[in-house]
């Protein structure tokens, strides 16, 4: 049965001219025992939501997982997509990908990204059992990881995460083949992972990766274990190939026609190329079938749960939102800030906000990389989660922002939860690789991202965002809010959690900002991206100034300062660019208006504000690091203020 797997994948990279056979070869007799002995899962529901979770982490590899859902049965996946292994538009990418091929858990290829999602996987099946019941949520999360994934400095994060939290339902395959790239692993790394994996808290085993009853005994004793574990399986790349098995020649190129007509006769594989004996595609279908009686089972017992606490369970995996509580919450806030307005930081307004929504949608799990109380991402009433008690919504990730955003990752792609999280915004660079598999993926998660500029102050300029609301915005399907005060803050926080097709970013101030939208205003007014906060005085503006954040106040000040020297300008507040510039061209274009001079202030860089402001327009706002001083005389130094906003609008008119 393992050689089917290594034929295929012998056959699809050798017709694809390209690709990686040496891992599913390497790790074809791990995988096999895993698949069709232990792994729940039915290919005729590859969304059911108590079936075990396989991510095969080191995602260079994909032919075996897709030779193994095409052997197991999953229907899409036909010897016909295999043949057309990384062309265009078939189901076979060169990475695996979300959402793509039915039975793919997630995204991986940036390696190690795949293990700290499965730490995420197994931490939401912690919480949604602790919360539903063992009868409804009980599977283990299954990860095949390699020497590249274990050297990826995000495992370390995700492994000691698991370890502390003690996720005895994870159990990691390591691919232990000594090889990579370059060439034998001696040349870059020599820990012992048993060890390290211990050190963490693990249940680590070795064993040969290429006995079936090792495999299997090292398997049912994870299963037992009261830790996650790690099982070292001692394997050799390209196994089976004459001549380069167990060398980096097998890791990522095809083999050629004469080294894949020896390697058959070597693994007595007779079969043209992609076709697989019938006596052994039956014994796969017969695996592929096992999981039937046990999702039929599992759907039994969830029809007989209280009805109530079935649809509650639906809705969450669903990820559907409880529309009439979120919409019921935010008016609230937004009822309190009209009869007393607030001057607080953004970060402040952040947790207000979350005062409300955090009762209404219990599938929000919150969290912080160790800077909870300047993230004020924790509401009072939310409890830690910890091995003790998985129940706890609040989870102290550790200063460990990249393992964070990819575990949360893994908890949106589990399904049932809204992860959201904090760190500083300009530690988004840490997190950034997962941020970009989230808007990838298309899956929900929230960062909060305090500190979001100079207005920082003394921490200085390792601490102080200069180009990163420009860097986040670089990325597709990521939305970045940077709201102006208070109510726009609950309104940011509504359109993030109401985006289910892609991560967003929250930048918050530090620093107090006024609450600029006065009265009770029903409708959301960031849905656009942008919207005219204060319009010009006395008819057509000559001047049209657009800000966002904590800027906002400023431009709002030069306004006044305009008036006085009798300019009349508008003001026009951009809480999302992306939202903004998704606008039809008609309502942009009129948003943006025909005033003589667009002025734009930011604290940030100019990039990417000549698509509001015009390349002519002026900009005031950062084009060097910033410095270790109290905030107001940071914005003092740096020319961000009402007078300098003035100042370029009257140079240009
Ligand atoms: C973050 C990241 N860096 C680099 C790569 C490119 N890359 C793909 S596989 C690999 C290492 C291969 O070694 P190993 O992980 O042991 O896989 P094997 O050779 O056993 O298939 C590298 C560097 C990557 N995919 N992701």
Not at 78 to 91: A, D, M, N, P
Not at 182 to 197: E, W
Not at 422 to 438: E, M, N, Q
Not at 610 to 636: H, N, R, T, W
């Amino acid at each position: 049965m393992a050689n089917a797997i290594r034929a295929l994948a012998m056959d699809a990279v050798e017709q694809a001219k390209s690709g990686h056979p040496g891992l599913p070869m390497g790790a074809a007799d791990v995988a096999t025992v895993l698949f069709t002995r232990f792994l729940k899962f039915d290919p005729a529901d590859p969304a059911w939501p108590d079936r075990d979770r396989f991510v095969l982490s080191a995602g260079h590899g994909s032919m075996l997982i897709y030779a193994l859902l095409h052997l197991l049965g999953y229907e899409k996946v036909t010897i016909g997509e295999l043949k057309r292994f990384r062309q265009f538009g078939s189901l076979t990418p060169g990475h695996p990908e979300y959402g793509h091929t039915p039975g793919i858990e997630t995204t991986t290829g940036p390696l190690g990204q795949g293990i700290a999602n499965a730490v995420g996987m197994a931490i939401a099946e912690r919480h949604l059992a602790a919360l539903f019941g063992d009868d409804i949520v009980d599977h283990t999360t299954y990860v095949l990881a390699s020497d590249g994934d274990l050297m990826e400095g995000i495992s370390q994060e995700a492994i000691a995460l698991a370890g502390h939290l003690k996720l005895r339902k994870l159990i990691v395959l390591f691919d232990d083949n000594g090889i990579s790239i370059d060439g034998p692993l001696t040349l870059s790394d020599n820990v012992d992972q048993v060890k390290r994996f211990e050190a963490a808290g693990w249940t680590a085993t070795r064993i040969d990766g290429h006995d079936p009853a090792a495999i299997e005994a090292a398997i049912e004793a994870a299963k037992t274990s009261e830790r996650p574990s790690l099982i070292a399986c001692r394997t050799i790349i390209g196994y089976g190939a004459p001549t380069k098995a167990g060398s980096e020649k097998t890791h990522g190129s095809p083999l050629g026609a004469d080294e894949i007509a020896a390697a058959r006769q070597k693994l007595n594989w007779t079969a043209p190329p992609f076709e697989i004996p019938a006596a052994i595609r039956e014994q796969w279908r017969a695996a592929g079938a096992r999981g039937r009686p046990a999702r039929l089972a599992w759907l039994e017992r969830l029809a007989a749960i209280d009805p109530q606490k079935r649809a509650e369970f639906e809705r969450r995996i669903n990820g559907e939102l409880p529309a009439d509580k979120l919409s019921a919450a935010v008016a609230a806030v937004k009822q309190n800030l009209a009869e007393a307005p607030k001057e607080m930081a953004t970060r402040a307004a952040s947790e207000f906000a979350l005062e409300a929504l955090a009762p209404a949608l219990p599938e929000m799990i919150g969290g912080s990389a160790d800077l909870t109380g300047s993230n004020n991402t924790r509401t009072k009433a939310m409890k830690a989660m910890s091995a003790a008690d998985y129940g706890g919504r609040f989870i102290h990730y550790g200063v460990r922002e990249h393992g964070m955003a990819a575990a949360m990752n893994g908890m949106a792609l589990h399904g049932g939860i809204i992860p959201y999280s904090g760190t500083f915004l300009v530690f988004s660079d840490y997190c950034r690789p997962a941020i970009r598999l989230a808007a990838l993926m298309g899956r929900r998660v929230i960062h909060v991202m305090t500190h979001d500029s100079i207005g920082l102050g003394e921490d200085g300029p390792t601490h102080q965002p200069v180009e990163h609301l420009a860097a986040l915005r670089a990325i597709p399907n990521l939305k970045v809010f940077r709201p102006c005060d208070t109510v726009e803050t609950i309104e940011c926080w509504q359109l993030a959690l109401e985006t289910n097709t892609g991560p967003s970013v929250l930048a918050l101030t530090r620093q107090n900002v006024p609450q600029l939208r006065q009265g009770f205003d029903a409708a959301n007014r960031c849905i656009g991206g942008a919207y005219e906060l204060l319009p010009a005085k006395d008819g057509a503006a000559a001047v049209s100034l657009f800000a966002t954040g904590s800027e906002v106040a400023i431009a709002v000040a030069a306004q006044k300062f305009l008036a006085e020297r009798n300019v009349s300008a508008r003001v026009v507040s951009v809480p999302c660019f992306e939202l903004f510039l998704a606008a039809p061209n008609d309502r942009r274009a009129a948003l943006i208006g025909k005033a003589r001079v667009n002025v734009a202030v930011e604290a940030g860089i100019r990039q990417g504000w000549d698509a509001i402001i015009g390349s002519d327009g002026a900009f005031v706002g950062m084009s060097s690091f910033g410095a270790s001083a109290p905030s107001k005389e940071l914005y003092q130094h740096f020319g961000i203020t009402p007078e300098r906003v003035a100042e370029a609008a009257l140079a240009r008119l």
